[in-house]
């Protein structure tokens, strides 16, 4: 058994990407040990600690044609040690393949999720050994006895317009099983609003065994429940009014209890006042980002949780550049009055370090043209992906937020973006002064005056800014990973649907109009 896998030996052929990719994605990424069986050199471990560098993988590599030893002789006396049994399609070369998954349960720990891989043909071929079952019935009934409950498969696209390639299936000791549905209505793209508030928390609960996730831009999609299934619809940032209450009332008789996600102060919309704050009275409850935005909320609806931004995936550490240049980042919507005050400084600061300073723009237009030099570059808004593959490219980022209140119910994503890609924080007192520790995870500045000084001594000071960017880094991998906190949103789900009948009757007494 190895503790230290290899990259993927056959990582450059498309159906193993597509088949890792997706196999890593599912394992829970909370996890502390995972069993994984798999060909020499196809470990996902590698993809994995992107997401939790801490988690630890046994694993065997097996060719397919060795026999698997009993459990015992390869994990020593059955004891519940991993919290993750992975098993690629090559389990399918043992003898009794399904048995040989029965015997590795005694070392799952209560709640683990097992996950393994069936090829297309491999799906047909149970199928037809078991009557013609669903497919899912009839994994069920292969794993009659193991003591394991299949929870949900998912299937990976052969690329082509024959359907999937692969199923992965993921099951789960039996004992404390429940299903959850998260049905999702987000705005549409743009920015990374719904990848970091929506998107990647929800992918990352959907690797608990029987949480199962949907996102529909604009919409809520009719979606059947399975058995048991309890039910919550994510709101993402609606304005909600009278016309809106015939949708609610439908979303109320689906069985779906009502959760409004919002991280910005409602002020900027005037018709949040004009409908009486109808989008956080007319649900369950709210969830947002920071404490201070909380507060402004919660008057209109006291079931509400804080969810501060994480880092959902960390790369290594970035390497010092060596050419001695400096590039500077800014990106960001509806900052034009926050940087206005310091361009003069900021050009001043270019024209005293001629050609030694880039400047990466994403999105602000205005920005970009204001800058006085010819060493930069500017990008529209782009997705998510594409910002961040910017930002890696940087040294320095600029964070500037006036002292007003919406800006106060800002969260500090812009911060923990950059430190988690080797980028130092150049940020006003206003959101970062709660996180960035001053000239040690990052610099802040007060005025135009002290923007520039501070500025120049990040630039002319490589040194000090490497030193800066790792003790950021440092603070994302200990403190500000997705894999860290995302249980306390299924904590906060369950807590509520728990107690459903309850916040029915307080709703139906905030908006009578929802009445059944």
């Known amino acids: 058994m190895s503790a230290a896998p290899s990259a993927p030996a056959s990582s450059t052929e498309a159906p193993f990407r597509r088949v890792a990719g997706r196999l890593a994605g599912l394992i829970p990424p909370d996890s502390r040990a995972v069993f994984e069986l798999c060909r020499p050199g196809e470990s996902v471990a590698l993809l994995v ?17 060795r026999p698997l030893a009993e459990p015992s002789a390869l994990l020593g006396p059955a004891q519940p040690q991993f919290d993750c049994l992975v098993l690629h399609e090559v389990f399918l070369a043992l003898p009794a393949p399904f048995a040989a998954v029965g015997a590795l349960v005694p070392y799952l720990k209560p709640g683990a999720s097992v996950l393994f891989v069936l090829p297309r043909s491999a799906c047909e071929r149970l199928r037809a050994d078991k009557a013609g079952l669903p497919l899912m ?6 794993l009659a006895g193991s003591g394991l409950l299949v929870a ?6 052969s690329g082509g317009a024959d359907g999937f390639s692969h199923l992965i299936v993921q099951a789960t000791r039996m004992e404390g099983f429940r299903r959850l549905l998260l049905n999702a209505m987000t705005l549409r793209p743009a920015g990374g609003c719904n990848d970091t508030r929506i998107d990647l928390p ?18 809520i999609r009719s979606l059947e429940s399975l058995p048991g299934e309890r039910r919550i619809v994510l709101l993402q ?17 689906q069985g779906y209890l009502l959760i409004s996600e919002f991280d910005d102060h409602p002020s ?50 970035r390497p010092p550049r060596p050419n001695g240049r400096t590039t500077l980042f800014f990106g960001a919507f ?51 992906d594409g910002y961040i593959e910017i930002l890696r490219r940087c040294d320095i980022g600029l964070l500037p937020l006036n002292d007003t209140l919406f800006n106060r119910c800002k969260s500090d994503l812009k911060f923990i973006e950059c430190a988690a890609h080797g980028v130092v924080a150049l940020a006003s007192p206003t959101v970062y002064s709660g996180s960035v520790e001053d000239g040690v995870t990052g610099v802040l500045f007060r005025t135009p005056q002290e923007f520039h000084d501070r500025l120049n001594q990040l630039v002319v000071d490589p040194s000090a800014r490497s030193g800066i960017a790792d003790r950021a880094y440092g603070y994302v991998l200990g403190h500000r990973l997705l894999a860290q906190h995302f ?8 807590s509520l649907l728990d107690r459903k009948a309850e916040l029915d009757a307080r709703l139906f007494e905030r908006v009578p109009e929802l009445r059944p």
């Open 202 to 219: 929800n992918a990352f609960l959907a690797t608990v065994p029987g949480v199962r996730t949907q996102s529909s831009v604009e919409h």
């Open 268 to 317: 900027h919309w005037p018709a949040m006042t004009e409908f009486g704050h109808l989008t956080f009275r007319g649900v369950h409850a709210v969830q947002t980002s920071t404490e201070v935005l909380a507060e402004e909320l919660r008057p209109f609806n006291p079931e509400l949780a804080v969810f501060p931004n994480q880092i959902s995936a960390l790369p290594p550490a």
């Open 137 to 142: 019935d009839a994994l069920q009934a292969a």
């Open 237 to 253: 940032r609606r304005i909600y009014g009278p016309r809106d209450v015939p949708a609610l009332k439908a979303a109320l008789r």
């Open 49 to 65: 600690r992107r997401r939790n560098p801490a988690i630890r993988f046994a694993v065997l590599p097996l060719p397919e044609d």
């Open 152 to 157: 949900q498969g998912f299937m990976v696209s």
């Open 334 to 384: 509806n900052r034009g009055s926050d940087w206005h005050a310091l361009m003069e400084p900021l050009n001043r600061l270019l024209a005293e370090h001629r050609g030694w300073i880039d400047v990466q723009v994403v999105h602000d237009r205005a920005f970009f043209d204001a800058l006085a030099t010819d060493d930069k570059s500017f990008t529209p808004t782009c997705g998510y």
């Open 487 to 494: 249980r306390k949103r299924l904590s906060w789900y369950e």
